[in-house]
């Protein structure tokens, strides 16, 4: 099976950046892009930002130029520097990725379990 596990999330101040990071294990033959959501209660799980393994990025207008996704295909990990936080973002993030389990097969798509950020004074 596949496991995508996030890490670095946290509290921070208004204004105040960190990085998220999720890696992603077991039966994988190709991933394909990998994502970052986020959640708050009783809203609908929005895109922030994705990467495909070439390379190219997608991001939500309301982080575009403060958010930045990357990505190291030889560990299967993706990252997310998140800057200038604002209160409003506070939210679970999850990563996602859209990958095949065997060469050729289909394409699947897993979640990681989610990690809370908080943007708080």
């Known amino acids: 099976q596949v496991q995508l596990v996030e890490s670095g999330g946290g509290l921070v101040q208004p204004g105040g950046s960190l990085t998220l990071a999720c890696a992603a294990s077991?039966?994988?033959?190709?991933?394909?892009?990998m994502g970052w959501y986020r959640q708050t209660p009783g809203q609908e799980r929005e895109l922030v930002a994705a990467?495909?393994?070439?390379?190219?990025?997608n991001y939500a207008d309301s982080v575009k130029g403060r958010f930045t996704i990357s990505s190291d295909n030889a560990k299967n990990t993706v990252y997310l520097r998140m800057n200038s936080l604002k209160p409003e973002e506070t939210a679970a993030y999850y990563c996602?990725?859209?990958?095949?389990?065997?060469?050729?097969?289909?394409?699947?798509?897993?979640w990681g379990q989610g990690t809370q950020v908080t943007v708080s004074s």
């Open positions: 996602n990725a859209d990958l095949q389990t065997d060469y050729s097969g289909p394409t699947f798509r897993f």
């Open positions: 077991g039966r994988i033959s190709k991933i394909l892009i």
């Open positions: 990467i495909t393994s070439g390379g190219d990025t």
